[in-house]
């Protein structure tokens, strides 16, 4: 998969295996694999650690005392993943403590969950609360279905996305594929966002620095569940 990563023109690429009640996360052991990966390629690509975080009790606990053990190259952001079909009732403050301390949330592949999908408002509100979103490629290019693509085109076209990551997991089923996705977000909303999306935000993510670029996020009243209004370009955006 490195090899495949430094074909499809990546530079930086962050490890961040699961952090929930079926794969118990192990820092440093990921980070013994990191080293030994990094020695292979000679440093041809640099490797980073995190995780996809689950918000459960354990994992909310163990995250306020030790952070940067979760964290995107042990700095401040966060990958926060949900289950595919359902939201804990209790994930907005959740998001709220981590904030307090320090953490900066991004929501992993919300155009995959149902529940986001029937409920965009949600997304819209933890964007107006500090929080980020990060997109799968595949799902501009359509593998994760017809409903995914049209939640990750809306979305981007509506201020929402400030990520695109390739989430790949092998080289069959769930191969890189950002070279692709950035020619197709480029095709559609020009090469500025397109190297924001893919280069300057998750370089910032990386390097533990305030996103250079950031869309303005929609009224939250206004958002109306995926499928069931037109993609609406903005041509608004503000810099920071």
């Not at 592949?109 to 997304?123: A, T």
Request: net charge positive; aromatic share 10%.
């Amino acid at each position: 998969m490195v090899e495949a990563a430094i074909a499809d023109g990546i530079t930086h690429v962050v490890a961040t295996p699961h952090a929930n009640d079926r794969y118990t996360f192990l820092p440093d052991l990921v980070r013994q694999r990191r080293d030994e990966i990094a020695r292979a390629v000679n440093d041809r690509l640099f490797l980073a650690t995190g995780c996809d975080f689950h918000l459960s009790f354990e994992n909310l606990r163990d995250a306020r005392e030790h952070p940067s053990k979760y964290t995107l190259n042990q700095k401040n952001y966060l990958l926060v993943e949900f289950a595919d079909f359902a939201v804990p009732p209790s994930v907005d403050e959740a998001l709220h403590q981590l904030q307090l301390h320090g953490i900066v949330p991004v929501i992993t592949h919300p155009e995959r969950n149902g529940w986001i999908c029937r409920q965009p408002q949600r997304l819209a509100n933890w964007v107006q609360r500090g929080c980020y979103v990060q997109v799968t490629a595949g799902s501009f290019l359509g593998r994760f279905g017809p409903t995914a693509q049209r939640a990750a085109e809306q979305w981007l076209a509506e201020g929402l996305v400030h990520f695109v990551a390739s989430d790949a997991h092998n080289l069959h089923s769930r191969p890189i594929q950002l070279s692709t996705a950035y020619a197709f977000v480029r095709r559609q909303h020009g090469e500025p966002v397109a190297r924001a999306l893919f280069r300057e935000n998750p370089l910032a993510a990386v390097e533990g620095r305030p996103l250079p670029w950031v869309p303005e996020p929609p009224d939250p009243a206004r958002m109306a569940a995926v499928g069931s209004s037109r993609i609406r370009r903005r041509k608004r955006f503000w810099f920071f």
